[in-house]
């Protein structure tokens, strides 16, 4: 049998396998047929549809790239090149493959649509909104190209803007996956929990088995203070998949907030077990091994979080570092918590609360100068944040100061004149005040009598 002629039987086998969805056995014939040609794109191309629908688009992207080498100019290769990019996560990578799908064929909307989700992620939302605009000036409107802005004005929260762009989207193709649950996720976020409920409803009934969506309506539903309903949801999605880590995680949160420690416990060590880069699964036992008094584990979770951050510091955002912060204050470890929030004022430099941490952090390592030099940092941007009063004063008082504890006891108290410790800091100071007073007027009376009664004596 000729090369050539048994290489287009492997390929059209592997077709028939392809649709029947036998991706490793539609992979094999592929292989055979680039074994006896291998220098047809369009098979390398085929290779890569099908590594991509079996999940491996590490070896897609290969493929892809193996097909544009023999094509370099193909859209179709060029474009399959972005979105496996996309799919990596390789977001500058992506914009170039797209760029060059652009050029290769301006006429096409797919790269732009594609391009307005690639910069969207990456941050550069203006250039994302130009080729959205740019997408528009095609024959007809794209649904994909309104769902992929609306995540650019979501991360933006432009929370209206994005409601009308989804319900554009949904206009467009009604069937486009998640677009209700897009939606209910804007409402949700805009307070009106009710509506959103509504919307992910809707998805479920076109798509029962989404987990994406039954897990953001659970927390919606915890959100919503109606527990057993998002317990329900989050043990679906254990129906569907029993080794998922974040349902697992979501049901020890419920059991968290439902002051069952030892079932959050339970979860929580299962999650870890599944995930063990899970990015809050080591703080939340910590927490729990906190309020159970044993914080030599806690000290040993949050130690393994501080290495985490060293490693790999993108994977923290801000409320994380805060979170991770405020528990190594509670477990004692004050040096530790005051390098966490001056990395967290690296990205929120003006920020009230970090600044506040900072100064606490300090304060308990016995850096008092440096902790009120932070708390004075924090009430020029928020003059009125009673707590960095109340620790302002305090160490005032350490440093008797006085006249400035004064000065800042009656900033607070005018802010909350009944809070009681405000007001036992201020008879504190008033009584210190006293006995210096009296101390003073007796050390000077000494001198004074000492003196009269050498001037006694050299007569």
Known sequence: MNDWFEAEQHVERAHELYEAGAWDEAESELRRALSLNPYKAEWHFNLGLTLEAAGRFEEALAAFG????????????????????????????????????????????????????????????????????????????????????????????????????????????????????????????????????????????????????????????????????????????????????????????????????????????????????????????????????????????????????????????????????ELLLDVRLPRDAARVFLTLLETKPDDPHALHLLSVSYFRMGERFKGMDACRRALRHNPRMLSALHNMALACVHERQWGKARFYLKQALEIDPEDHALRRLKLTVRIHRAIESMSWVGSHWRRRVKARRSQDRSY
């Open 66 to 325: 193996d097909a544009q080498a023999l094509e370099p100019a193909d859209f179709q290769i060029l474009l399959l090149l972005g979105v496996s990019c996309l799919r990596l996560d390789r977001l500058d990578q992506a914009i170039d493959w797209f760029d060059k799908a652009r050029t290769a064929d301006p006429a096409r909307v797919e790269s732009y649509v594609y391009l307005i989700e690639a910069c969207a992620r990456r941050g550069d939302h203006e250039r994302a909104e130009e080729m959205f605009y740019t997408s528009l000036q095609f024959e007809g409107e794209h649904a994909l190209a309104y769902a992929n802005i609306a995540e650019s004005l979501m991360d933006r929260a432009e929370y209206k803007r994005a409601i009308h762009c989804l319900k554009q989207a949904a206009s467009l193709d009604p069937q486009l996956p998640r677009v209700h649950a897009r939606l209910a996720s804007a409402f949700s976020e805009t307070g009106r929990p009710e509506r959103a409920r509504q919307l992910y409803l809707r998805e479920l009934r076109e798509a029962p088995g989404d987990i994406e969506t039954l897990l953001d309506l659970g927390c919606l539903l915890i959100d919503m203070n109606r527990l057993a309903e998002a317990s329900e949801k989050f043990r679906r999605v254990l129906e569907i998949e029993s080794d998922h880590p974040e349902a697992h995680f979501q049901l020890g949160e419920l059991s968290l907030r439902q002051h069952r420690l030892k079932e959050a416990a339970a979860s929580f060590r299962l999650v870890l077990r599944l995930d063990p880069e899970h990015p809050e699964v080591r703080r939340r036992l910590a927490h729990i091994s906190v309020k159970l008094g044993e914080l030599g584990e806690a000290r040993k979770l949050l130690r393994r979080e501080l290495k985490l951050l060293g490693e790999t510091p993108d994977v923290f955002e801000a409320r994380d570092l805060e979170d991770l912060g």
